[in-house]
């Protein structure tokens, strides 16, 4: 396994998980600037997590 094939695989799993982030932060309402910061910053690591990550086959052969 190559350091690229590791670094695609982190990007899809953190991609696949992170949006569990989501729920706490909606149930804690997005009624200040600090929320919905956090929230913004959870919103671009997962897309950019996606984006590193969308080459991930899923299956090992």
Same mark, same amino acid.
């Given at each position: 396994?190559?350091?690229?094939? %590791?670094?695609?695989?982190? +990007? $899809?799993?953190?991609?696949? *998980? =992170? !949006? =569990?982030? &989501? $729920? !706490?932060?909606?149930?804690?309402?997005?009624? %200040?600037?600090? %929320?919905?910061? =956090? $929230?913004?910053?959870?919103?671009?690591?997962? *897309?950019?997590?996606?984006? *590193? +990550?969308?080459? &991930? !086959? +899923?299956?090992?052969?």
């Amino acid at each position: 396994m190559r350091v690229d094939d %590791s670094v695609t695989a982190v +990007g $899809f799993w953190i991609a696949t *998980v =992170l !949006p =569990l982030a &989501y $729920f !706490p932060v909606f149930l804690a309402g997005i009624d %200040s600037v600090t %929320s919905l910061s =956090l $929230f913004l910053g959870l919103l671009a690591i997962n *897309v950019l997590a996606l984006i *590193v +990550g969308h080459e &991930y !086959p +899923g299956t090992r052969s």
